[in-house]
Every structure is written in structure tokens, then in C-alpha cells.
């Protein structure tokens, strides 16, 4: 066996070395001989006459082995071919030189696997690879390199990037990067060096870089991130200034990483110095006042602590001071002397003025679908006027409060003259429409359809109006509604509604159909006054046994009423407030002498604050309501327009309208008692709640609250001591199909019959 092994080794061998021979005779006997013909075979895009001036080898010339092989080298750099092969052979008394070609294919699609942490779109912006051209190499390792950096900035510095090509038809080709992600780099551990003034846990808890902690999934903390740790030594700088410390100096931080590549190490190096008083504070240059008038509304004192903040605040407060008198271009430079003798620093605020502005032209810009109309009319300034400081934030705050925008950015470029600007109002619209239908479940309501049709911004003429149906297990409600805020593009208002309602009590059912129609008009910017009239036709009905004689009489008729709401606004969106304060007295009189049968007076008083923290994605919201029904005939006020609470929108731990005043009533005829909540006259509410934005993206929030409240009959007064309580949590979603909660309440010292928890499952906003 091993000898046959032997034999056709040899044999082998003695193939090569003929092959070799005949190569090198064939090469030997066709150097020097004449090129009769050039022919090349395989270049489909790349054109002949390309090929012709790139290659030195002509027909005429003699063959030269070192001229093929410079052109071979000549063709390859044209970055077209993936292969290049040359053959000769003997035609016409010389020699046939014939070129053969691999094209590269050409790259039309690009694509990534295994990216998780980095999505497609954003990964395609570090691309330089050309689509519709063959592949460059230098492309390919430029992108790669801007790929690795871009997971390095996230912290990922294990990951590996290939890339295969795979064929298309029609010599076409796709790239695909083959990434594998590996586990980020995580900060272990985050120092300082040189501090004495400060502890260390106290300047972690000024920047933003954070060890990784058991509740990152939630604060993120452990994340590498490059561009935030040179954030993170100017956001130590200003701390120390902000203490008095003029002359700190904080090093670029130093990382390091672990052997294994999976921990991070960073390090702040401090040079604090010495900590500076305020000396004297002056004045120079353009003063419009007195010195004195001016200084007195800075929060820099002398023989204060230095502090950059309150320096920076009193710059901006002064700055727009001048602005709101026109000068829109004021220049305010804080020149600081330092004394290290005295460790105080003097501070001479340097003013020069400039001249006095006029607002020249304005124009709208991004507006898609909101007339120019209807964004102008909310602005404090107009074309001619002397420039504002304080006009121009009121008029971001009304477009804001609209709710048809995400973004509203002013630019100030100079106009024609020195003395004129112009005016670019940038907006950036939100959808201001839906068509939603949807469904969903409550312990309460059991199964819940709604849908409905909605615009806040009607051909972009600020109209808005929606067409609304909910049904469930307690409630039918349809309703087609419309609002004008700037009727004939004046400073009224003009709404109107139609409905139909029936809600099914726990001991009747009541069903109205009716319609309201309501002026209005606006004065001191914030405040409105609205003047309504309502007619509905109510039906009460399927009475249980429980419910007592004197509430069944009257139970049906019609109410005609007037009512006047009086109301003040300053919330910074009035569809998605996070800010500001609302407020609304109502007003509202029925009676016969208006051509109705439910005599009777009622006052509501509303009232929501909305205070942000953490950048707005932390907000408390306080909710107050107070109001008082009065019958004004012999009877008692109708069962169905007294005041209950309980239910998603009052005291969310207990069922809807089972909070007031009770009575005992027989249960039924054979005997036994239960309790009738009959509602009360007065009513009282208080919530609060901490609403957390987990993810603003997608609309998600999360939210704890309390409630507090009661309804009061006429022998009652409203008092604090007899009040019912609960507290809970939930979730909610501003979907496509309108805002969805989701909330669990529980009450506080609850009764035998009432549950130790409500689920509730709401379509809309509480507040």
C-alpha cells in the first residue's frame, strides 16, 4: 500500500515539473516576438478603450513579461476587476495577447445583521460604501472603522464587524455587515483626584456618568458614553464656580479599561483652589436707569459667595430688561478682578446697548397645514413694532399652548437696516386628527367600545371638532362637537355640541338627548369668559327597588339652561399640559321661566396645577373641585343632577357614584336593609398625582396618586374630617386611538361592602 502511495506521489510530482517546463518554454519562445493582435474578454462595464489607455502593451511592439505584469497592476488599481487573468498564443507570425476579467459586481443594496443596539437607519449615516459602484476597499474599512465607533460611543467596545457579499441578479450585489454586538462596557467605578472642599458621592451626584447600579434598567446609569464625560467635566466646573471657586481646573477625564474589556474606569483630576467673595459690583456703559435701580434686582450681592449661576441669571435678566425696551442686540459683559489677596472678586457689568429695534418683517416657517393666520394672530409682536423681549416668550407660550405644534424656535437675523430685524417663527407640526376605534375592559364596565373621529386643527384654519361614540356595560354616549376659538377671525369664541347619553346607575337609568351652543370671548391675554345655553330632554327610568318615593317624583323633564364660565389658562400645552396652572368657575341657572321643567342653580369651580421636574419627565398634578346645586322650586334637587363621587374621573378606589350621602331603605319586600346613596348637593374632590414618562416615544407613563373627597347632603357642610380616601397606581398610553389608563385604586378605610380594589380601564385624561 504504502509503495502504490509512493509511486503516485512521484507521479504527481513529475506533472508539475513538465507543466513548469512547458510554461516556461512557451514563455521564453513568445518573449520578444511581436504583439499582432490585444484582445480583451469578461469587461462588460468597463469599456475597451478604458482598458486600451491604461495598459502599456501595444500591437506592433514586442512582448515584454515585465510590461503584461505593470499592466496588470495598472488595471487592478481601477478598482473595476475582481480577477485578471493574460493568455498568449501565436497568431498571423506573432502573438494574440487576450486579457481576461473578472468585474467586481456592482454593490445596489446594503444591509446589516445582528445589529440590536443600533438600529438600521442610524447605522446607514456612517456609510461611505457607493451603491451602484463596484466595491472599494478603503470604503469598506472607513465604514467599518465608523461602525466600531459608533458602538464604541454606546459603550460596546467587544464587538466584531465582517461583511459578505451576496450575488443579485445582473451582476449586482449586496453588502451585508455581519455584526456581533457582545456585551457593552460597563463604568465599575467613577473617582476624583485633588478634591478636599467636596466629597466624591457629592460630585458623582453632579455629573451624569453613573456606575452601573441595580436599578439601571430603569436610570441607565453604567453607560459609557465619550461626548458626556467632557459634559460631565464642564458640569464640575460650574459646580465649584457656582461655590465661589474662580480658579478650578478640571482635567479631561482618564479611563481605563479591565483586562477583560468589560469594566471601565474613569477619573476626574481637581485643582480646586481658593473659595472667592463678591467685592463690589459697578456699572458702565449705556445705563438705562440708575445703577442703583438695576443692581438691586440682581441676586449677586457683595459679600455674597461667588457664584457663576446667579451671575449667568442676572445677565439674562438684565439682557432681556434691555430687550423688552428694544434693544434686542444689547451687549452685557461681566469684566471680573479677581483679588487673591482679599479672596473677593469685583465685578463691573460693561453695556453697550446698541440700537433700538424694529421688528421689519415676519415670516412663518414649517407651517404644512396651519394657516399663517392662525399662527400670527397668537403673536404678541407685529411687523413695524419696537422689538420685545417679553413679547416674543408670550408668543412662544400662546403657540404652544395651542397643541398643534411640537416645536416653536425663533431666529432674529438683522433686516435691511441696523436698526430692523426680521422675525423667522420656525414650527414643527404635531397630527392634530385621529380616526379611532378601540376596545378594551373594566371591572366596572366590563367590555368598553369607543370610536370616534377627532380634528383640533381643521384645514389649518384652528377649527376643532370630533364626532364621538363609547359603549359599555354602563354607558352609551354619543356626541358631535365644534369650536371655533377665533370666530370670523375675531377675539370670540363660538362652540356647539349635540348628544345623546344614557348611563346606567346602580339603582336607575338615565338617558338625555340634547344639545348646547356657547360665545365666548378672551381678555388679559390668559383669561376668557364664555356665555352658553344648553336644552335637554332627560329620561330617568328601570328604578330599583331601593330607590326611595321621593326621588322617583320629578325624576324626568327638561333642563334649560344658562351658564357662564369664567376662566384663566397659563398651562404650557392645553392638549399634553406638563406646566401651569387652569382654572374655571361655571355658573348655571335652569328653570321654567327659560322653558324648562328642573328649576335649579349650580356653581362648579375647577382647578389643575401642573408643576415639572427632571426636564419635564416627572410631573405632579393637583386637582381641585368644588360645587353646589340648589333646587329653586319646592322640590329637591333631581336625583340624576345631584353629586356623586367615586368612579376613573373623582375617587378611583371605589366604584363610580357609590361615594355620598346614604340612607337605609329595605332591601325588598320580604324584609332586610341596605344602603342607598342618594348623592349630595355639595361636593368636594382633591387628587394628586405623580405622573413618570418612561418612554415619551412611544407615549408611555407611569403614575401613583391619592385621592380625596365626598359628596354632602343639605344638612352637611363640606368638611375635611368626613372625607374618603384612596390611593393607587397605573399606566397609560397616548395610543392612536386616543390617551388609554389603566389604573388600580385602593380605598382607605374601606366599608364591609366596598372592594379592597378597582381596576379602572379609561379612554381620555382625567384632568
Known amino acids: 500500500m504504502r509503495y502504490k502511495m509512493k509511486i503516485r506521489s512521484y507521479f504527481v510530482l513529475c506533472l508539475g515539473l513538465l507543466a513548469s517546463f512547458l510554461f516556461l518554454a512557451s514563455s ?63 497568431k498571423g507570425g506573432g502573438v494574440l495577447l487576450k486579457y481576461i476579467f473578472v468585474e467586481k459586481p456592482l454593490i445596489t443594496e446594503i444591509d446589516f445583521q445582528g445589529n440590536k443596539k443600533i438600529k438600521d437607519d442610524d447605522l446607514k449615516k456612517d456609510v461611505t460604501v457607493k451603491t451602484y459602484s463596484p466595491l472599494n476597499e478603503k470604503d469598506l474599512a472607513d465604514t467599518t472603522e465608523k461602525i466600531r465607533d459608533a458602538y464604541a460611543k454606546k459603550g460596546f467596545y467587544l464587538v466584531t464587524i465582517d461583511h459578505h457579499v451576496e450575488p443579485l441578479d445582473g451582476g449586482e450585489a449586496k453588502l451585508v455587515f455581519d455584526i456581533q454586538e457582545n456585551q457593552g462596557v460597563i463604568v465599575r467605578r467613577v473617582d476624583f483626584i485633588g478634591n478636599k472642599v467636596f466629597k466624591d458621592k457629592d460630585l458623582r451626584s453632579v455629573i451624569k456618568t453613573k456606575k452601573k447600579s441595580t436599578f439601571s434598567f430603569i436610570t441607565g446609569s453604567g453607560k459609557y458614553n465619550e461626548e458626556q464625560l467632557t459634559q460631565d467635566a464642564l ?35 481637581i485643582t480646586e483652589g481658593q473659595q472667592y467673595r463678591i467685592g463690589s459690583l459697578s456699572m458702565s456703559g449705556d445705563i438705562l436707569t440708575t445703577k442703583d435701580e438695576l443692581l438691586s434686582a440682581f441676586k449677586t450681592k457683595p459679600g455674597n459667595i461667588y457664584s457663576q449661576r446667579n451671575l449667568e441669571e442676572d445677565i439674562q435678566g438684565l439682557s432681556e430688561r434691555y430687550g423688552d425696551e428694544g434693544y434686542a442686540y444689547a ?68 403657540l404652544m399652548q395651542l397643541g398643534y405644534f411640537e416645536e416653536v424656535n425663533f431666529a432674529t437675523p438683522r433686516g435691511s437696516r441696523d436698526d430692523t430685524m426680521v422675525l423667522n417663527v420656525t414650527v414643527k407640526e404635531r397630527p392634530t386628527g385621529s380616526f379611532n376605534i378601540g376596545a378594551g375592559f373594566s371591572s366596572i364596565e366590563h367590555f368598553i367600545l369607543t370610536a370616534s373621529v377627532s380634528k383640533e386643527n381643521f384645514f389649518g384654519y384652528g377649527v376643532s371638532g370630533s364626532i364621538s361614540a363609547e359603549l359599555s356595560k354602563k354607558r352609551q354616549m354619543f356626541s358631535l362637537s365644534a369650536r371655533d376659538p377665533y370666530f370670523l377671525d375675531s377675539e370670540w369664541m363660538l362652540g356647539g355640541e349635540v348628544y345623546r347619553n344614557a348611563y346606567h346607575y346602580i339603582d336607575f337609568r338615565r338617558t338625555s338627548f340634547g344639545g348646547s351652543v356657547t360665545l365666548g370671548h378672551r381678555f388679559f391675554d390668559t383669561w376668557s369668559a364664555e356665555l352658553g345655553y344648553q336644552l335637554e330632554d332627560i329620561k330617568v327610568s328601570d328604578f330599583s327597588y331601593a330607590v326611595p318615593q321621593v ?67 416627572l410631573v405632579l398634578k393637583q386637582f381641585f373641585r368644588v360645587g353646589y346645586i340648589k333646587s329653586l322650586n319646592d322640590n329637591s334637587v333631581p336625583l340624576f343632577e345631584r353629586f356623586f363621587a367615586g368612579g376613573p374621573n373623582s375617587l378611583r378606589g371605589f366604584y363610580p357614584n357609590s361615594v355620598g350621602p346614604t340612607i337605609r331603605i329595605p332591601s325588598s319586600p320580604s324584609g332586610g336593609e341596605e344602603q342607598f346613596v342618594y348623592g349630595g348637593d355639595k361636593l368636594l374632590i382633591l387628587i394628586n398625582e405623580l405622573e413618570w414618562w418612561m418612554y415619551e416615544p412611544a ?61 379602572n380601564f379609561t379612554i381620555g385624561n382625567l384632568f
Open 28 to 90: 521564453a519562445g513568445a518573449e520578444g516576438r511581436t504583439i499582432t493582435e490585444i484582445d480583451f474578454e469578461g469587461n462588460v462595464r468597463t469599456p475597451d478603450a478604458t482598458i486600451q489607455q491604461t495598459i502599456q502593451s501595444r500591437v506592433g511592439a514586442s512582448q515584454n513579461p515585465d510590461i503584461v505584469s505593470q499592466d496588470i497592476k495598472a488595471l487592478y488599481k481601477l478598482g473595476q476587476f475582481e480577477d485578471i487573468k493574460v493568455d498568449s498564443s501565436p
Open 235 to 269: 458640569m464640575l466646573t460650574f459646580h465649584y464656580l457656582n461655590h465661589g471657586y474662580l480658579k478650578v481646573k478640571v482635567q479631561p477625564a482618564k479611563t481605563s479599561i479591565s483586562k477583560d474589556k468589560k469594566y471601565l474606569f474613569i477619573t476626574f483630576q
Open 331 to 398: 451687549n452685557i459683559v461681566p469684566q471680573t478682578v479677581p483679588n487673591d489677596q482679599t479672596l473677593t472678586a469685583d465685578i463691573n457689568f460693561a453695556i453697550e446697548k446698541g440700537k433700538r429695534i424694529t421688528i421689519e418683517r415676519i415670516n412663518i416657517i414649517g407651517n404644512t397645514t396651519t394657516r399663517d393666520k392662525v399662527i400670527r394672530r397668537e403673536l404678541r409682536v407685529k411687523e413695524n413694532d419696537r422689538y420685545s423681549e417679553r413679547g416674543l416668550r408670550e408668543s412662544r407660550m400662546r
Open 551 to 617: 326621588f322617583r317624583q320629578n325624576a324626568s323633564g327638561v333642563t334649560s339652561a344658562l351658564n357662564l364660565a369664567i376662566a384663566e389658562d397659563l398651562r404650557d400645552n392645553r392638549i399634553t399640559p406638563r406646566s401651569g396652572i387652569y382654572g374655571v368657575v361655571n355658573n348655571e341657572i335652569s328653570g321654567a321661566k327659560l322653558g324648562g321643567s328642573n328649576d335649579f342653580y349650580r356653581v362648579n369651580f375647577r382647578f389643575m396645577a401642573y408643576e415639572p421636574f427632571f426636564k419635564k419627565k
Open 699 to 759: 407615549g408611555i407613563s407611569a403614575v401613583v396618586f391619592f385621592d380625596a373627597g365626598n359628596a354632602y347632603a343639605e344638612e352637611e357642610n363640606i368638611s375635611i374630617t368626613n372625607i374618603r380616601m384612596d390611593y393607587g397606581a397605573g399606566i397609560r398610553w397616548n395610543s392612536p386611538m386616543g390617551p388609554m389608563r389603566f389604573e388600580w385604586g385602593i380605598p382607605i378605610n374601606k366599608r364591609p361592602w366596598e372592594d379592597s380594589v378597582i381596576f
